[in-house]
C-alpha cells in the first residue's frame, strides 16, 4: 500500500513562492507516474503537474507553466512542487497523487488514472 504525505503548503502574498513536498512510502517508484493536484472551494480537483519518477519527464496545466516546477528526488522517495510568481486564484488544497505506469498513458492529466492519494496541504494566496 502506497501512503503519500504531503507537507510545505501556507499563507502567502501574491507574487510569493512556496515549496511543497510529498513523501512516498514506496521504494519501488521507478515504475510510477507521479503528480500533483488542487482543489478549490466548490470545484472540481483540477490536473496541476506530472512526472515520470524513472526519466523525470514532466508535464503542466497551462495555468502554472512557467510559474511551477516539479521534481523528485530518489533517494528521499520525494516528489516537490516549486510554486513561483503566485496569485491569488492558486488558492486551492493540493494533492500529491501516485499511479502505476501500466494503468494509464503520459501524461497522465485525469484524477481518475491516480490510484493512491496524500492527505492534501492548504495553500492559501492574498491579494
Known amino acids: 500500500q502506497v501512503q503519500l504525505v504531503e507537507s510545505g503548503g501556507g499563507l502567502v502574498q501574491a507574487g510569493g513562492s512556496l515549496r511543497l513536498s510529498c513523501a512516498a512510502s514506496?521504494?519501488?517508484?521507478?515504475?510510477?507516474?507521479m503528480g500533483w493536484f488542487r482543489q478549490a472551494p466548490g470545484k472540481e480537483r483540477d490536473f496541476v503537474a506530472a512526472?515520470?519518477?524513472?526519466?523525470?519527464?514532466?508535464y503542466y496545466a497551462d495555468s502554472v507553466k512557467g510559474r511551477f516546477t516539479i521534481s523528485r528526488d530518489k533517494p528521499k522517495n520525494t516528489v516537490y512542487l516549486q510554486m513561483n510568481s503566485l496569485k491569488p486564484e492558486d488558492t486551492a488544497i493540493y494533492y500529491c497523487?501516485?499511479?502505476?505506469?501500466?494503468?494509464?498513458?503520459?501524461?497522465?492529466?485525469?484524477?481518475?488514472?491516480?490510484?493512491?492519494w496524500g492527505q492534501g496541504t492548504q495553500v492559501t494566496v492574498s491579494s
Open positions: 514506496e521504494r519501488a517508484f521507478t515504475t510510477y507516474h
Open positions: 497523487a501516485a499511479t502505476p505506469l501500466y494503468r494509464t498513458s503520459w501524461p497522465a492529466v485525469a484524477s481518475s488514472s491516480y490510484d493512491y
Open positions: 512526472i515520470t519518477w524513472s526519466a523525470g519527464s514532466t
